[in-house]
Structures are given as C-alpha cells and as structure tokens.
C-alpha cells in the first residue's frame, strides 16, 4: 500500500499547443478510493495513464509512497491497472488469464494458483476458472478484469472506466461490488469515470479536471454542498443545479421580485452581478414572490415532482446551456402538490442552500 502524489504534473502531448494535463496537485492517502472525473477529454485518462507510466511526463513529478517514480517504466511502479476493454486472453481460461502476469514475472505455479484461487473467491468467479473469456457475462468478464489486478497485489490499483461496457443496472451493481472490494482490499485506488454519479457513490474523494486543469478535490459531500466554482456546482448533482445571473442591489441580490440578502463579504469580489445557484431540491415556490416562471414540463415521481419552467423574463438566462437551447429551472415539489403545464409559478433558493459564484471568474463567492 501506499500514498500518491501527483505533483505539478504535466503532459503535453507532442504537436499541442495546450497541455492535457496542466500542473496537476493531488495528494492520496495511503488506501484512499480517489475519483477523477470531468467531461470527455478533460484529461482523465491521461493523469491515469501518467501515474502508469505509459505517458510520458513532461513537467513536474509523479510519487509512488516515497518513490519519485516519473521515470520508472510501467512494471517498476508495482501499480496495477483496469481498462474499459478488459482485454481479456480469449484462447486462455479464467484462471490463466488472471495469473498471466505473474506467468511473465516467473512466479512459481503453484504460488500463481494459490493467488488465482484466493482473488476468484474474493470476486465469486470460482466456478469459472477453467472456461474462456467468451462463456462469461459482462459482468463476469469485468470481474476477470479485476482479478487479474488483484492477483498481482500491487501498491495502487489504477481504473479507467472499468464500467462503462456494463448494461445500467449490472453497473449499479458492479459499482457497489468494486468500491466494497477496494475497502477491504484497502488498496489505494484512482478510479477515472465521467459519470458524476458513479464519482459520488464510490470516491472517497473526487477530484474534478475541465480541460487538463483541477477544478477542485473534496469528498462527495464537500463537494455537492460547496462547489468551488461554477463548473463544479452545474456538473456535481441530478438534476443539475440551477445558475441564474442576477444583480447585485443594497443588501443582497436581486433574484426576480424578491431580494436575497447576501453579506456584503461574500460580494466583496464580485462585480455588478453574480451568479446564484441553487440546487433543484433546495428551491422553494411562493405565492407570488422571486423568479417568475412559466411552467414547461412536470415529471411525476411519485413522492416528488420535477418541475421545468422558463423565466418569463426573457432578459434571464440560465448558465450551462447552450445557445440552441435555452436551459430550464428546475424546482423539485411535492408530488401531491404540482402545478399545470403553462402555469405560472414564483421560485426562490432556500437561504440556508443558497450558492453565489462571481460572475466572470466562476468563483465560489460564498461560504
Ligand atoms: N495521443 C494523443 N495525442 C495528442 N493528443 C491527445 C492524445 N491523447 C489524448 N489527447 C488529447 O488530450 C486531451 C485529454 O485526453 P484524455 O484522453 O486524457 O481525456 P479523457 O478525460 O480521458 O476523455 P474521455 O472521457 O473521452 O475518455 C484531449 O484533448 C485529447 O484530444
Ligand atoms: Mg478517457
């Protein structure tokens, strides 16, 4: 076992201009569950495959424990890693395919079936050692996958979308099945997904890149309660929160009729107006007071009730969409109580759940 540190790490690659990864900073805790997510091409894959050492590192350094290890070839970091494409043998069986890599490191047979035995009883494959790859299921063939990571017992497990050719609800499943296998093996793990959901259930910390650059590292609480800027706050969370850009006035800030009181500290880095967020959970409507908008949609959930409406001043846009299509507020009611399709209803954020980010930078502004 053994911390990583990823220290102003940099990969750019040959013919860019930008860096992929920009001068990465992150700590992982000996036996730490870290999730890197972000959009497609943020540079997830590529922090991973730094950390393998199967891309080069162009600036900065990449520590295994107390091993500066940014120079060392792949099969000297002792990392062990997982693709989306299991890249499974199909002409060995199970339990050759998980012992393949200690075959190649001259591990004696008998050492290599007593591994092979001890990792299929962990990921419940033992009645499959001795078939091909192609006579699992998918997720059988996932968990071949793991095993031949477990077998090799290496410091840091590395994972890059390990789920994504699962069905939906066999990767529910398997999601569970590896964040409960990772804390009893208690292998530090970085664990590359771009589904936000899966980054919440699993990581004991997430860290979130846009565009090669950190945006932020917290648990999945921290973050969901205070995202550290604009991006964070519209990709952490489903449905999405709510951004709106709104004046800043005496006191506060003006969301629709209504002033939001907001300390002139938390305003003091802003300019004439901010964006508030607020998360479709934490939006109360009122009768008559706030944003005024004109219900769109309503999606029935039983106990709750998504409502989707558009400002009905059109001055008002939300952030995050895009030019085509205008992003709609969504509010979260009480399935018992929903308004009508075309309705006109006020929302406001609960003051205690409120977020307000400086309007140019995406700061967080608030506490
Ligand atoms: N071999 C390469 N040569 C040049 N540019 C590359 C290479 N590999 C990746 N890139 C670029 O680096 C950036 C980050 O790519 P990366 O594969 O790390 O993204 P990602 O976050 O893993 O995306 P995805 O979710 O789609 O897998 C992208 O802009 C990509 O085009
Ligand atoms: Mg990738």
Redesign the pocket.
Known sequence: MATVKYDESTRI????DAP?VDRLNIDIADGEFLVLV??????????LRMLAGLEEVNGGKIWIGDRDVTNLSPKDRDVAMVFQNYALYPHMSVADNMGFALKIAGVDKGEIRKRVEEAAKILDLEPYLERKPKALSGGQRQRVAMGRAIVRSPQVFLMD?PLSNLDAKLRVQTRTQIASLQRRLGVTTVY?T?DQVEAMTMGDRIAV?KD?ILQQVATPREMYDSPANVFVAGFIGSPAMNLVSVPVTDGGVKFGSHTLPVSRDALAGGGSNVIVGVRPEDVEVTSGEGLELTVDVVEELGADAYVYGTPTDENIRLEGGDDALAKPFIARVDGRRVPMKGDKVFVQPNADHMHVFNADSGARLSG
């Open positions: 690659y040959p013919g860019n992929s972000g959009p497609s091409g943020s540079g997830k894959s590529t922090a979308e590359v771009h890149l090669g």
